[in-house]
């Protein structure tokens, strides 16, 4: 059973930096693709960044330049890197892993989320 558990969340001042991970058992994550998306009170669960196999990025325009995504096989994990925080990047950020090594393809699985609230 593939289990994805996610940590780092936190309140931080805007400005501010955060690192999130997200390690999984059960799974051997070099294989697949990874991603972390995030949900806003009232908003839907939205894409925030993703990595293939092969460490190809995609990060969608508002966290661009500011977040970076980065897996670390020997661990099996992936990090959310976020910096210059704003409070419109307050959500609960979920990770998730693709059914294969490109993040073309169907997220299989999700982790239970980790709250992040940007507020001074």
């Known amino acids: 059973q593939v289990r994805l558990v996610e940590s780092g969340g936190a309140l931080v001042q805007p400005g501010g930096s955060l690192r999130l991970s997200c390690e999984a058992s059960?799974?051997?994550?070099?294989?697949?693709?990874l991603g972390w998306y995030r949900q806003a009170p009232g908003k839907q669960r939205e894409l925030v960044a993703r990595?293939?196999?092969?460490?190809?990025?995609n990060y969608i325009e508002s966290v661009a330049g500011r977040f970076t995504i980065s897996r670390d096989n020997a661990k099996n994990t992936v990090y959310l890197q976020m910096n210059s925080l704003k409070p419109e990047d307050t959500a609960v950020y979920y990770c998730?892993?693709?059914?294969?090594?490109?993040?073309?393809?169907?997220?299989?699985?999700w982790g239970q989320g980790t709250q992040v609230t940007v507020s001074s």
């Open positions: 998730t892993q693709y059914n294969s090594g490109t993040y073309y393809s169907k997220i299989d699985y």
């Open positions: 059960g799974s051997i994550v070099s294989i697949y693709a």
């Open positions: 990595i293939s196999r092969s460490g190809n990025t």
